[in-house]
């Protein structure tokens, strides 16, 4: 059914359009999108568009029809997620951001309308594609603020660069059996102010989980807590490391603080620890 729907769509529009349905592109690379809608459905975007023709940002024209002279034809995109609309396109939650593969480039998930404009009494018909799309932050015409989300969401990753240094007590030395403590400077900081599709963004990065490696095969995770103890069953010359998993929250222009839906990896230098036997000593009074 959805194939013969969006084949039916495909037709309705090329008679439409004459000029387009008689010159389709020579290939489905696309400059705005990337890639061309097809009839069948197979094609990563979706379907919903004219069959081999390209997937148009919002905003974006058709010729007039020899039916309707003076009607023209725009395009809507919104994230799918509840409470969006052809014209209302603020929100933001994961089944449109955790949804696009691959995991962490910004690809969020839109529903896409066709809204044709009548000129003639001013009125509107709007109809919503059977599919969904997956486009990248950068595509022209998105929602202001879904785009930059998703630009977010993939940066983030590269922004953070806090790297947590560990300190050992007893410091360079410590002993089998003996407990030694580990702990991190790394915590919640906010970064320098970016600018991301002319909007000034402030991220703020807050450590959610520490991975510690303590040199000798034996790892220990916790929370945001930024110290831990270990012992040592043998001697020997260790590298301790702490590797830090980050959440963080923005704002755009100063507005309302928003999550990043996604998480930073940062691994600090590793710090050298001698491990020693005690030597027991005979004290006579």
């Known amino acids: 059914m959805t194939r013969l729907l969006s084949v039916a769509i495909g037709l309705l529009l090329a008679l439409a359009s004459p000029a387009l349905a008689d010159n389709p592109p020579a290939s489905c690379d696309h400059p705005v999108i990337g890639a061309c809608a097809t009839a069948n459905g197979s094609d990563t975007l979706g379907v ?6 390209p997937i148009r940002p919002p905003g974006t024209t058709v010729q007039p029809t020899k039916s309707a002279p003076h009607d023209y034809v725009t395009y809507a995109f919104a994230p799918t997620c509840t409470g969006n609309t052809a014209y209302a396109a603020a929100n933001i939650c994961g089944a449109a951001v955790n949804t696009c593969p691959p995991a962490g480039q910004g690809i969020i998930r839109y ?12 009125t509107q018909t709007v109809i919503q594609d ?21 630009l977010v969401e993939r940066d983030f990753k590269t922004l953070v660069v806090a790297k947590g240094v560990i300190v050992i007590k007893p410091n360079g030395t410590t002993l089998v059996n003996y407990p030694t403590k580990f702990s991190t400077d790394a915590s919640t900081y906010t970064l320098a102010p970016v600018d991301i599709l002319g909007h000034t963004i402030v991220i703020t990065a807050t450590p959610q989980q520490y991975d510690w490696d303590f040199g000798d095969g034996e790892h220990t995770m916790n929370g945001g807590q930024q110290d831990v103890t270990h012992i040592y069953a043998n001697t020997g010359t260790v590298t301790a490391h702490v590797t830090i998993t980050w959440t963080g929250t923005f704002t755009i222009d100063g507005g309302a603080t928003r999550d990043v839906l996604g998480t930073a990896t940062t691994t600090g230098p590793g710090t050298p620890l001698q491990v020693k036997q005690a030597r027991a000593e005979l004290i006579t009074g």
């Open 48 to 53: 919903g568009a004219v069959a081999s023709q």
């Open 111 to 122: 529903w896409r309308w066709q809204i044709t404009h009548h000129v003639a009494d001013g």
């Open 130 to 150: 059977v599919q969904t799309l997956c486009l990248a932050p950068t595509t022209p015409g998105l929602p202001p603020v879904a785009a930059v989300v998703g």
